[in-house]
């Protein structure tokens, strides 16, 4: 470290601070992009299971209850082995990994707000099932989800850098951060 570079340089001179501020757009992009796909992912299986017939939300929730039996991390490490190292295919398997956060979440939301005196009412009125879902449950269930998606964006930021220090993620010379911690552990006893 030094005045004219505050975080020092890495062994090829690179400005390490510009590479950590270059850098949080491809961690914070598959953070976003995870996010995204888990939630709306989630949120599809979660509605229908929350609004479907007793056998349907059965099957639907011993999927998701199967998925969410691994360890996020690590069913996301088997689905980049299989796709191979990647933007695209981290953004995939850590959004398939997230993805039964939101589900359970949003069938939970989805039954409470279908057992509700106000779609009982919307029942009594005539209205169309898709009608009682799209004004009804819908906007009442989906309160909780920009929460828990605000605290998955953290986890699915952290779980690309994990990825990407063991070389799942982007390969160098993109400056993620993961990859970032993984080229210069080496030289962590030398030039910290």
């Given at each position: 470290p030094s005045a004219v570079h505050i975080f020092g340089t890495d062994a090829l001179g690179r400005d390490?601070?510009?590479?950590?501020?270059?850098?949080?757009?491809?961690?914070?992009?598959?953070?976003?992009?995870?996010?995204?796909?888990?939630?709306?992912?989630?949120?599809?299986?979660?509605?229908?299971?929350g609004i479907s017939p007793k056998w349907l939300d059965a099957v639907l929730t011993r999927v998701t209850d199967v998925?969410?039996?691994?360890?996020?991390?690590?069913?996301?490490?088997?689905?980049?082995?299989?796709?191979?190292?990647?933007?695209?295919?981290?953004?995939?398997?850590?959004?398939?990994?997230?993805?039964?956060?939101?589900?359970?979440?949003?069938?939970?939301?989805?039954?409470?707000?279908?057992?509700?005196?106000?779609?009982?009412?919307?029942?009594?009125?005539?209205?169309?099932m898709p009608r009682i879902v799209s004004r009804h449950i819908l906007p009442n269930a989906l309160g909780v989800i920009p929460v828990v998606a605000t605290i998955g964006l953290g986890g699915a930021i952290i779980g690309a850098a994990s990825l990407s220090f063991i070389g799942m993620g982007p390969q160098p010379p993109i400056p993620e951060w993961g990859s970032m911690l993984a080229e210069s552990r080496q030289y962590l006893r030398v030039a910290w």
């Open positions: 390490v601070l510009a590479r950590v501020i270059y850098g949080a757009r491809y961690s914070l992009a598959i953070g976003v992009g995870a996010t995204v796909l888990a939630l709306t992912i989630g949120t599809v299986i979660g509605l229908i299971s998925i969410a039996s691994f360890p996020e991390i690590l069913l996301a490490l088997v689905l980049v082995a299989f796709t191979g190292p990647g933007i695209g295919n981290l953004i995939v398997a850590l959004g398939v990994a997230g993805t039964p956060r939101y589900a359970r979440l949003l069938r939970s939301e989805v039954r409470i707000a279908r057992g509700s005196s106000y779609v009982e009412q919307a029942r009594t009125f005539g209205l169309s």
